[in-house]
């Protein structure tokens, strides 16, 4: 009798041996999974600091021209943005941003710009040719708007493609090849403005003898904070003219600066 009682006590003991490793078991699990979705959390938090911070450090950029390490620094020193610059353009080709959406405008700069944004004295070359082509699938009109200087006087050609068999726009020169040909002449060449009508353009590109001026700028901003968690995030910020300037000055042929 002494010995069934024993191993009663014995199996009671295992018993409530497992039940207690079992619920050690779901209690550590339990704790563990607080502690990840705490973390994941935590990151998520701090990866939209180092966002804003980056975001920050390019404002900033545009502001003053602040670049490299730490060109940013928040107000308590807990976090910080890298700032680089690559330039666009300065090659013998330039391309668009992708896409060109119907009726929207492509700019093509063909003199430098100043710092401070405004239009430098170095022109693009000149009694050269250009070559503009337009994407394989693209079969829609393309108008082009030509800015030049002849002296102190400012003039605007304009022309226009029909890439498709059946004209989209009249009067537009009906053109079998993706690629047509612009001619600078003796003037201070300033600006080529496309734009596509009737269908969107995947791409344009401009290509000449010569090295085009600078379009404008890729922004890279890497934001960091306190614990190394970093964000990288870019921008194009292109030379521009407001709609209305190109739209009222390509209506007739001479212009005012």
Do not use: C
């Amino acid at each position: 009798m002494e010995l069934i009682n024993n191993n009663n006590k014995g199996q009671v003991a295992l018993i409530v041996l497992l039940i207690s490793a079992v619920a050690l078991t779901l209690g550590l699990s339990a704790s563990k999974k607080a502690i990840t979705d705490t973390k994941v959390d935590q990151d998520e938090s701090e990866l939209k600091n180092a966002f804003n911070v980056a975001e920050s450090g390019i404002n900033q950029y545009l502001s003053i021209g602040t670049t490299g390490d730490n060109a940013y620094v928040n107000n308590d020193s807990s976090a910080k943005a890298n700032i680089s610059i690559q330039s666009i353009g300065a090659g013998t080709s330039i391309a668009s941003d992708g896409v060109i959406l119907d009726g929207q405008k492509g700019l093509f700069w063909l003199v430098n710009h100043n710092t401070d944004g405004s239009i430098g004295t170095a022109y693009y070359n000149k009694n050269v040719t250009l070559n503009l082509t337009v994407d394989s699938a693209f079969n829609g009109a393309l108008k082009i708007d030509y800015f030049y200087k002849n002296g102190a006087v400012y003039s605007v050609t304009r022309s226009g493609y029909n890439f498709n068999t059946t004209p989209i726009v009249a009067n537009y020169i009906e053109s079998a090849s993706k690629t047509v040909n612009i001619n600078i002449g003796s003037e201070d060449a300033l600006l080529l403005v496309v734009t596509p009508i009737g269908r969107n353009v995947g791409s344009v590109t401009l290509r000449g003898p010569g090295v085009f001026p600078v379009q404008g700028e890729v922004i890279t901003a890497v934001g960091e904070v306190g614990n190394g968690i970093k964000t990288q995030i870019k921008t194009i910020n292109k030379y521009s003219i407001p709609d209305f300037f190109t739209e009222s000055v390509s209506a007739i042929n001479e212009i005012s600066p």
